[in-house]
């Protein structure tokens, strides 16, 4: 996937701070979409990159005799050369927002473009529909919804057999379903997801990953729960992506990433998720993270961290369904080998993308909250101490990391012989001085298990000045009564 | 983070699930003013929790889709013809052949000659127009099936599938594979040389009113497929030119290493 993507790359003369610096633009553009849930808007994900320096690279605004004279030629030219080229410059003139509302405006221009793009000639074929992947593209609705008479026709070539045009209709229909409901509303009775369905089929790694994408912005959209997703479960779409997620020398990193974040839209959504434990998606996800755990130490490859994401998410809303805990034998994720997994993933994370430690814990935390097996796992193995060394990263880590710990420890005293002594009592005092009343909180309730359940730990917690520790929490609202509930057992003890 | 050095080898060995120790819980745990609960957490949607990785996701798509949008450079090579009889198509890269290839002569219909965009369509022509049995049954019972992939309605006529196609499917009504033929000459009287000339609009229709004659004579065994025998040939060409290409061959060398295997 990324060798083939890096093939592609167009040659820049930015120097690497204007990439970085554009790279952080970027990210706090995306940031500030995400919290006005306005993410999938397609302003986002083009980058309008600047015209970078480069021969026949910048191209001109067209106006509206020009647009019409390259239709013209397009449709009526002798020449197939002379065709091909008027919508090649027809093309460039539509990366421009001004040329593509000129083209719309323009009437029968659309229907001209649709005319060459079912034409049984080949190559105008393939470039009305670049030109209509550029219209795809725009940040406009109005334009996305001009669009809208083309979109028969591109399904219709989902199942046809040239890869290229294939996977080109597909990231063009992706474009167009992120930008307007009126275009998804469309696709669904004009049978995309049997399309869909029937062109995941196909041998081709491109055109999978354009169908993965197209599919992730088809789910993601607002009414996706309830007017998409049903009808997606409802075909043979989900087995056909837990089959592209297999390990095993067929998975392909690319492919996976698309499908992966397609099954947590899915899943997150909370519609049908015991049908997908029932199609073995639990096991495939399990055996997936192991995969992941053993590239990761392989190789320095940092594109990892975008299927571990969409994974561990999968993984940890699925543990939530109570289809879990019925359903027994094959479907219940038993193997300590993921807890092992885990921790590998954990420290990758620590090392590479620190952001999502959080979401890593989060599995942790469901696989260990009513699994004696798991906590047992997680003493055996040795993993308290590096659980604790994630302590120092931020409050939101620290929280989980401790609310990890109350889940061994709640489970009784043959717990918490293996957690003290230990590292574990110095680190408790040491959060204990943090101004975080959540991860104050969560050491107090850890504190009062390990006091229930060892007692012998309430002497040392005394003589390493565990009073002193407490009373900087006495006035706190919120711990107050925790506070004062330890001293007690503390004084007591 | 330090891993215990054990781990890696867990990781390696089998499947297992470790002997849980024995829980025992007191009552005391969950007593006031103590609320932990051990639970796992279910996060929706758009929970703030998942901003950081979604962040992350929507970077990588903004570069790929930079990179989608690049018209890649074509590898040239030197110009050679398309070898199917009566196509005088020229190429000097192997992609556009290759598109060519599956656009006009991928599914032909080798009564008439006409291309269609995939085997679905070009089947349900063949029904339609040169299937003499077909037109017997559609007078007793509904034949002209929907063209939607995965519909499986069927109607009367022709017109009554259209009606159901732009009414339920939302397609356009001069949806260009579901055209009327414009003359009522009998599909046999075409020329095999046409495909290569016809206008945009002629090109693929899937059905009209029912061809008189069918081209196969009464008695013989009924086709309901018939790939053009030009790609029976042609397809192996096609496949071993792709993997030469793939090992950096040019057409000219592909070429004379298939004449050397003759």
């Known amino acids: 996937m990324w060798s083939r993507r890096q093939g592609r790359l167009r040659p820049t003369v ?34 309008d990159a600047p015209e970078e320096a480069g021969e026949g690279c910048v191209a001109a605004i067209l106006g509206e005799t020009e647009v019409q004279q390259f239709l013209r030629q397009a449709q009526r030219g002798t020449e197939e050369k002379e065709r091909e080229g ?40 393939l470039e009305a529909a670049r030109c209509l992947h550029e219209l795809s593209h725009s940040e406009q609705s109005t334009v996305a919804e001009a669009c809208l008479p083309a979109t028969s026709y591109l399904l219709t070539y989902l199942s046809g057999h040239s890869s290229d045009f294939i996977e080109l209709c597909l990231y063009t229909l992706g474009n167009l379903i992120v930008e307007s409901e009126a275009v998804r509303r469309q ?3 004009q049978g995309i997801v049997p399309a869909l369905a029937a062109c995941i089929q ?73 049908l997908l434990i029932g199609h073995g998606a639990l096991s495939t996800l399990g055996l997936l993270l192991l995969d992941l755990a053993g590239a990761v130490q392989k190789t320095e490859d940092a594109g990892l961290e975008l299927l571990a994401c969409p994974v561990l998410r999968c ?14 034998g094959q479907m219940q994720l038993r193997d300590e080998r993921v807890v092992a997994a885990l921790f590998i993933l954990l420290q990758f994370f620590f090392q590479k993308q620190p952001s999502l430690l959080p979401e890593g814990l989060w599995l942790l935390n ?123 057992t503390a004084l007591q003890g | ?119 679905h369509l070009l089947d349900a022509h063949i029904l339609e127009w040169h299937d003499s049995l077909f037109q017997i049954l559609s007078e007793r019972q509904d034949m002209y ?28 009504v001069d949806f260009r594979f579901d055209k009327p033929k414009k003359s009522r000459s009998p599909a046999s009287a075409e020329a095999p040389g046409d495909s290569g000339e016809r206008s945009e609009g002629e090109a693929m229709e899937i059905c009209s009113e029912p061809v008189a004659a069918s081209p196969a004579p009464a008695g013989e065994r009924r086709i309901y497929r018939h790939r053009s025998v030009s790609e029976l040939v042609l397809k192996p060409v096609l496949n071993m030119c792709l993997v030469l290409r793939i090992l950096g061959c040019t057409w000219a060398a592909a070429l004379l290493i298939l004449n050397s295997e003759r």
């Open chain 1, 187 to 189: 696709l669904l009775p």
């Open chain 1, 366 to 488: 469901n696989l260990t909250a009513n699994s004696p097996s798991f906590c047992t796992s997680l003493l055996s193995l040795d993993l308290i101490e590096p659980l604790l060394q994630l302590l120092p990263v931020s409050n939101v880590v620290s929280v989980m990391v401790l609310t990890v710990l109350c889940n061994v420890a709640e489970k009784g005293p043959a717990y918490c012989q293996r957690l003290w002594p230990g590292p574990l009592l110095p680190a408790l005092l040491h959060t204990l001085a943090f101004s975080d009343t959540e991860v104050v909180g969560q050491s107090l309730e850890l504190l009062h298990l390990l006091f229930l359940y060892q007692p012998e730990a309430v002497q040392v917690f005394l003589q390493q000045s565990g009073l002193q520790a407490l009373e900087r929490h006495q006035e706190e609202a919120q711990l107050q009564d925790r506070v004062y509930a330890l001293q007690q």
């Open chain 1, 315 to 328: 993984l940890s809303n699925l543990l939530t369904e109570a289809a879990v805990e019925t359903v027994g």
């Open chain 1, 14 to 47: 930015c120097g690497v701070e204007e990439l970085r610096r554009r790279r952080r633009e970027r990210e706090a553009a995306l940031r500030k979409a995400r919290r006005e849930q306005q993410l999938v808007s397609k302003r986002l994900l083009r980058d």
């Open chain 1, 202 to 274: 196909s041998p081709h790694v491109a055109v999978l990953e354009a169908l993965g994408y197209a599919l992730s912005q088809l789910l993601q959209a607002e009414e996706a729960p309830e007017k998409i997703i049903p009808s997606i479960l409802a075909s043979t779409l989900p087995q056909h992506m837990l089959q592209m997620l297999q390990p095993g020398p067929k998975l392909n990193p690319g492919v996976a990433v698309e499908f992966a974040w397609c099954l947590h839209y899915i899943i997150c959504s909370q519609v049908s998720n015991p």
């Open chain 1, 86 to 125: 008027a919508l090649v410059s027809l093309r460039r003139g539509l990366q421009h927002p001004e040329t593509q509302q000129t083209f719309i405006r323009l009437e029968g221009s659309m229907r001209t473009l649709v005319g060459l793009l079912t034409s049984n000639q080949a190559l105008l074929q």
């Open chain 2, 1 to 119: 983070m330090q891993l215990p050095p054990a781990l890696c080898a867990r990781l390696a060995a089998g499947p297992g699930a470790a002997e849980p120790l024995p829980v025992e819980r007191d009552p005391a745990a969950g007593a006031a003013p103590f609320r932990f609960v051990a639970r796992p957490v279910r996060f929706s949607r758009e929970h703030q929790f998942f901003e950081d990785g979604d962040v992350q996701r929507h970077l990588y798509l903004q570069d790929v889709l930079m990179q989608v949008a690049d018209v890649p450079e074509k590898p040239r090579v030197p110009a050679f013809a398309c070898q199917v009889a009566g196509c005088c198509q020229v190429f000097d890269a192997l992609d556009d052949y290759e598109h060519h290839y599956h656009t006009l002569h991928g599914n032909v219909c080798s009564f008439c000659k006409r291309a269609f965009p995939s085997g």
């Open chain 2, 145 to 172: 099936q929907c063209l939607v992939e995965g519909c499986t309605e069927k109607f009367k006529t022709s017109r009554d599938r259209k009606d159901h196609m732009v009414r339920m499917h939302l397609y356009p």
